[in-house]
Structure formats: C-alpha cells, structure tokens
C-alpha cells in the first residue's frame, strides 16, 4: 500500500544536529514532490520545505533556511530532512509528506492540502 515512514527523530540539545528520514512505498516516487511539515503542540502543521521529483529544486521556509537541507536518493525512495543549530522553537512533530505524480519545481506547494501521502510522523524535541 502507499506508505511513507519516517525515522530519525528524537532528543538534542540546542544547537545540535538531527537528520530524519523518509522512506517510500506503493507508489513511484521518483516521480513526486515531496515536503516535510512540522506540528507543534496547539498550532497548526506547518511547511518546512520541498523537493522537486528530480531533488534540482527546493524551497524552504525563511526560519529554517541556512539551517535545514532536504535531500532525496530516489533509487532509495527516500527523502531526507538534515537539521543543524537546532533551537527550541524547532520542537514539533515533523512530517513527511507527497504530491503527485508531478513534474512541478513546486514552489508553490506550502499547504497541507497541497499533498496527497503523509507519513505518521516523528518527534523532534530540542532542550534549552
């Protein structure tokens, strides 16, 4: 069945580093955009960034950029979310997310609505 199954998540003090993991299955997902979001406790789920099919474009939120860098091995089905100088307010469950099939750079693909597979999600908390 369509699946996206994330890993990697868990506990780090601020300015530390995390690198989550998304893996793919039941559909081609090479063929893709893929997103991640966060939710944190009370607040809505929010983007965080994207990947086009090809991994040749990505976009990011302004409180993230120049620390986050999404990646993608599609012969691995997996997109990957690395996180550096982690800080409290990063604290959220985060999501991995779908869209497709698409062939879109994707800029555009900032809302929830805008996927159709999501992942279960993984929690990252980061300590003061």
């Known amino acids: 069945q369509v699946q996206l199954v994330e890993s990697g998540g868990g506990l780090v003090q601020a300015g530390g580093s995390l690198r989550l993991s998304c893996t793919a299955s039941?559909?081609?997902?090479?063929?893709?955009?893929m997103g991640w979001f966060r939710q944190a406790p009370g607040k809505d789920r929010d983007f965080v960034t994207g990947?086009?099919?090809?991994?040749?474009?990505?976009y990011y939120e302004d409180s993230v950029k120049g620390r986050f860098t999404i990646s993608r091995d599609n012969a691995k089905n997996t997109v990957y979310l690395q996180m550096n100088s982690l800080k409290p307010e990063d604290t959220a469950v985060y999501y991995c997310?779908?869209?497709?099939?698409?062939?879109?750079?994707?800029?555009?693909?900032?809302?929830?609505?805008?996927?159709?597979?999501w992942g279960q999600g993984t929690q990252v908390t980061v300590s003061s």
């Open positions: 039941g559909f081609t997902f090479s063929t893709y955009y």
């Open positions: 997310a779908a869209r497709g099939p698409t062939y879109s750079t994707g800029s555009g693909y900032t809302q929830p609505h805008d996927y159709n597979v």
């Open positions: 990947i086009s099919y090809s991994g040749g474009s990505t």
